[in-house]
């Protein structure tokens, strides 16, 4: 079965604190898929970066970075010098090959002025 | 880049009314899926459809709903009586043939349903 954990229900941090969101994955298959989205109030889905299960190198754009980790099955995302435009719902998901998403429950960041 | 358009944006419907929710996939993809968000919570599978035919369903998506291709470009989610429970945010998706990329797999800004 796959299953995506975000442990944190809500962050909130002070602008331009760093703050990371944290996911943990789980799936029996060796070749799979993992997402992060941005929701932000107004309800749809952005996609931020796509991650396939061979490619563990770290990725950074911009302010944004992930940390790939198949050891612990993590795969977790940190936003450098938070802005009050970073505030959303982030979702997790884990898409095993040629399935269908698996969303974790997101993680809620407020960014404070 | 391409997009996968879904109308009405926001939708309200009497408990017990039919209603169609529309999307339009990008026009070369060949998968098509429904997703289902209430509010607060995790995005949810509903169906996926290939070849004018369920291919994979949830348990969530049981005989009150319905989906269909009627035409080369429309992709149709239809819940028959709708219950207070069905609203949600709806989102439609599509992917190309052999392309298991995010940029093969499209989500729709979705629909907004309110059951009153």
């Known amino acids: 079965a796959q299953k995506v954990t975000q442990a944190q229900t809500e962050i909130s941090v002070v602008e331009k604190e760093d703050v990371t969101l944290d996911c943990v994955y789980e799936t029996r298959d060796t070749t799979y898929y993992l997402f992060w989205y941005k929701q932000p109030p107004s309800g749809e889905l952005v996609f931020l970066i796509r991650r396939n299960s061979f490619d563990e190198q770290n990725e950074i754009s911009g302010r944004y970075s992930w940390n790939f980790q198949k050891s612990t099955s993590s795969f977790n995302f940190t936003i450098t010098a938070s802005q009050v435009v970073d505030s959303a719902v982030y979702f997790c998901?884990?898409?095993?090959?040629?399935?269908?998403?698996?969303f974790g429950p997101g993680t809620r960041l407020s960014v404070l002025p | 880049e391409p997009e996968v358009t879904q109308t009405p944006s926001h939708q309200v419907t009497q408990m017990g009314q039919e209603v169609i929710l529309r999307c339009v996939p990008i026009s070369n993809h060949l998968y098509f899926y429904w997703y289902r968000q209430i509010l607060g919570q995790k995005v949810e599978f509903l169906v996926s459809?290939?070849?004018?035919?369920?291919?994979?369903k949830s348990e969530i998506f049981d005989d009150q709903f319905s989906v269909e291709r009627p035409d080369g470009s429309n992709f149709t989610l239809k819940i028959r009586s709708t219950k207070l429970e069905d609203s949600a945010m709806y989102f439609c998706?599509?992917?190309?043939?052999?392309?298991?990329?995010?940029?093969?797999?499209?989500f729709g800004s979705g629909t907004r349903l309110t059951v009153v």
């Open positions: 998901a884990l898409q095993n090959y040629g399935q269908n998403f698996v």
């Open positions: 459809f290939y070849n004018n035919e369920i291919s994979e």
């Open positions: 998706a599509s992917r190309g043939m052999g392309d298991n990329t995010n940029y093969g797999y499209t």
